[in-house]
């Protein structure tokens, strides 16, 4: 019964992690190609979107990377689980770990954001700071802070 349980709920982990997963995905092709939602917002010069340009690829990238860390160590986190016998240890460690690479990547948006900002001369910076602070209140923050484009309109 103990075993039934714990797979039960790695399947329901998988489960979620996949629908986060294709979540992500489906958001990543506009991303990539489309325009920054800060461009449409504030009137940037160009020096002021090349540099964003540039800070929001390297965001991108770290955000890809970090995701594949994430992958490796919920794979880890599932043998821990399923393991006989348990080994709580590990199932700690992996928990740790995940921890420590999703703080990793929130500092670096918190840092993304605050380098963003400090672009934007005093009177960009009031539109910008909306966007962040409606985009991290509603916890779609690669939109917001990667100054990532809007939803498509359909």
């Known amino acids: 019964m103990k075993r039934f349980l714990l797979l039960a709920v790695l399947a329901l982990s998988l489960s979620a992690n996949l629908a986060v ?5 489906s958001r990543r092709a506009p991303v990539r190609g489309g325009t920054p939602m800060l461009f449409a917002m504030v009137d940037l010069d160009a ?8 800070l929001r690829e390297r965001l991108l990238a770290s955000r890809d990377e970090h995701a594949r860390q994430l992958a490796g160590l919920r794979g ?3 043998a821990a ?3 006989q016998p348990l080994d709580r240890a590990a199932v700690d ?3 740790r770990e995940i921890a420590l690479v999703q703080d990793g990547y929130q500092r ?10 400090s672009l934007l001369r005093p ?8 966007m962040v602070e409606a985009h991290m209140a509603a916890g779609d923050v690669l939109r917001g802070a990667a100054a990532c484009p809007a939803p498509e309109e359909h």
């Open 21 to 25: 997963a294709a979540m992500a995905l």
């Open 47 to 54: 020096a002021q979107r090349e540099a964003i340009s540039r």
């Open 76 to 78: 880890r986190l599932g």
């Open 81 to 83: 689980m399923s393991a």
């Open 93 to 95: 460690a992996a928990l």
């Open 108 to 117: 670096e948006v918190v840092e993304h954001v605050l380098a963003v900002g």
């Open 123 to 130: 009177e960009q910076r009031q539109a910008f700071e909306r």
